[in-house]
């Protein structure tokens, strides 16, 4: 049983430090919203902390999962932030998706304090969160990478070493450029052939029996079509 620490209880955030509790381990848990960070530890016997200052106190492993690059930064290494609790020794990974740069900056802040710093994002939306299928794309050490992979399992099995500092985050934000251009192309295509006069729901059909198939599509598609964006 390992002493973890999760910031961040979103979408993502939340099932992941779930799945982690559910897995056995001690876990403590922090969010802006600090009922959902009460009802997390009261449901699953966790740890709530009221500042994450306290989860870096606590956890000898320590996961973020918060929205952007400023909010990483405040979490991780602003007042009473996660660096002013942390032990030497300890692991920070955050699954962030944030800027490279910002990352780098946050893993030499902690290597000061003798804290070592992965960057850890991951993709597989809610339901791989929910269902502890994520990929994670790890950059940093790859020795405290390998000590701390266990710590990833129960949230995803996928798991890739991408190389040092910043090297996840180039691999997600490449992944990410990929999406965004098949989401682009499947609507600019969905809305030519409804121009001109192809029901959509057919021709998603065909799109989803053809080369063109596609996961994000697949998932995708029935949120547009209900125009829940």
Request: glycine content about 14%.
């Amino acid at each position: 049983m390992a002493k973890l620490g999760f910031l961040g209880l979103g979408l993502m955030g939340y099932p992941m430090a779930r799945n982690l509790l559910r897995a056995g381990h001690q876990v403590a848990v922090w969010s802006h919203t600090e009922a959902k960070a009460r009802k997390l530890a009261a449901d699953e016997k966790g740890v709530f902390c009221a500042a994450p200052r306290e989860v870096g106190a606590f956890a000898d492993c320590i996961f973020a999962c918060v929205g952007d690059s400023a909010m990483s930064e405040q979490v991780l290494t602003g007042p009473d932030g996660v660096i002013e609790g942390a032990k030497a020794g300890a692991v920070v990974a955050d699954a962030s998706t944030i800027g490279p740069s910002t990352s780098r900056r946050i893993g030499k802040k902690f290597a000061a304090k003798g804290v070592d710093f992965l960057d850890a994002p991951c993709t597989g939306s809610t339901p791989g969160a929910e269902g502890g299928t994520l990929t994670f794309m790890i950059g940093g050490s790859r020795d405290v990478f390998e000590r701390t992979r266990e710590n990833f399992l129960p949230m995803g099995k996928n798991l890739f070493y991408c190389g040092g500092p910043g090297m996840g985050l180039h691999a997600k934000l490449s992944q990410n450029l990929v999406l965004a251009n098949m989401m682009q192309g499947f609507i600019e295509g969905m809305v030519l052939a409804t121009k001109a006069g192809v029901d959509p729901e057919l021709m998603f059909q065909i799109l989803d029996n053809s080369a063109a198939k596609a996961g994000l599509i697949s998932f995708k598609a029935a949120f547009i079509f209900s125009r829940n964006f």
